[in-house]
């Protein structure tokens, strides 16, 4: 018996949304009594840093380049089989997205896409994820031996140990690729922090008049350390590049962290980013719906409070 979790990597390099889904395989092995064994592919360095997130073991398929998901698939339910594992755990991005679906259905197992919490394990295996664009929640009681889980970044965390996991080649036939691949290209955060992984999110819309005033959104953003982030329309009219859209045609963000800045806060905006911890509104018109959303709300114009939140950040950070 074990937990089974495929952690992506871009160079060798595990984002954080990888990390949080080893940490959770490893708490649910830990509530479980079994052991996290962790699946990646490529080249790694050592164990990826995957001990330290909970993995005793990580099957490493060297041999295996690219994102396939076909291939990832059979690599997957061949890992899943020689491990014996029972629950098998990916991130909610796009890999595991594409790949956890496959593998519930080939195992005949039990899917919770989006999980937003740990297992409930009182008389059962009850999992907590959003619902209806994150108005609702849900609680999904999975009745199968076998279960797949996908793990919403930004909502479990991370528990950080001192382990080192042991590294084992994994190899197995996965047959040929279904597509190809041309080029892949990842944000690695050299020009900025990832959307999906940011604990801060600066984020504006159409109050903004033009792209020609997304300097102080950047700026303040560069003072919190926070990445920044678009309304749709924005995006639309090509003011900002579209992996800024966030809401319900974009990505979904779970940041500690969102101020809206200019973003009037219509429902398909809502859903992708009602999950932040806290949510700070800076908009000129007083019954702007997103003030309904907020935890904090400025009324005012944002180019006299934008301009102020940079200063307060500079001095603040002087100070530190
Ligand atoms: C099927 C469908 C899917 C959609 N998916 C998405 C999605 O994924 N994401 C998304 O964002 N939208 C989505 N939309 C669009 C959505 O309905 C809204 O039209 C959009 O979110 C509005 O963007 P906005 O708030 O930037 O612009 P607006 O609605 O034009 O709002 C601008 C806001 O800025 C304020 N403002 C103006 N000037 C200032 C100033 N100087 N200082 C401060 N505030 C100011 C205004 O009071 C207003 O509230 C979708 C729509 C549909 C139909």
Redesign the pocket.
């Known amino acids: 018996m074990a937990v089974l979790v495929f952690a992506d990597h871009h160079n060798g390099k595990f984002p954080k949304s990888s990390l949080e889904a080893v940490s959770y395989a490893a708490r649910v092995a830990s509530a479980t009594g079994t052991s996290c064994v962790a699946l990646t592919t490529g080249a790694i360095t050592g164990d990826g840093g995957l001990g330290n997130v909970g993995a005793s073991k990580v099957l490493n398929a060297s041999a295996l380049q690219g994102n396939d998901s076909q291939q990832l698939t059979r690599l997957v339910l061949a890992a899943a089989e020689i491990e014996g594992a029972d629950v098998i755990v990916f991130s909610h991005d796009m890999t595991g997205k594409l790949v956890a679906p496959r593998v519930a259905a080939r195992l005949d197992a039990g899917l919770v896409p989006g999980a937003t919490g740990l297992p409930d394990l009182n008389g059962g295996f009850t999992v907590r994820r959003n619902v209806f664009s994150g108005k609702a929640i849900a609680d999904v009681s999975v009745t199968t031996t076998l279960k797949v889980i996908t793990v919403t970044p930004n909502s479990v965390g991370i528990v950080v140990g001192i382990n080192t996991a042991q590294v084992e080649a994994f190899n197995p036939e996965v047959g040929a690729a279904g597509s190809k691949v041309r080029e892949i290209k990842h944000d690695d955060g050299e020009e900025g922090i990832p959307l999906p992984e940011a604990d801060l999110v600066v984020s504006a ?3 903004m ?1 033009g792209p020609e005033h997304w300097g102080v959104i950047e700026e303040l953003a560069k003072e919190l350390g926070a990445a920044t982030a678009c ?4 995006s639309d009219i090509g003011w900002r590049p579209h992996h800024e ?6 990505i979904t963000i779970r940041p500690n962290l969102y101020i809206a ?9 809502l ?2 980013v009602n999950g932040s911890k806290t949510i700070v509104v ?4 007083p019954e ?1 719906p ?1 003030f309904k959303a907020a935890d904090y709300g400025i009324v ?4 006299e409070i934008v301009p102020q939140l940079i200063q307060a950040a500079k001095t603040y950070n002087a100070s530190k």
């Open positions: 819309g159409r109050g008049k309304s749709r329309p924005v859209h966030v809401g319900q045609t974009g800045v200019g973003i009037s806060g219509a429902i398909q905006h859903a992708g800076i908009n000129k018109d702007a997103f005012g114009d944002a180019f």
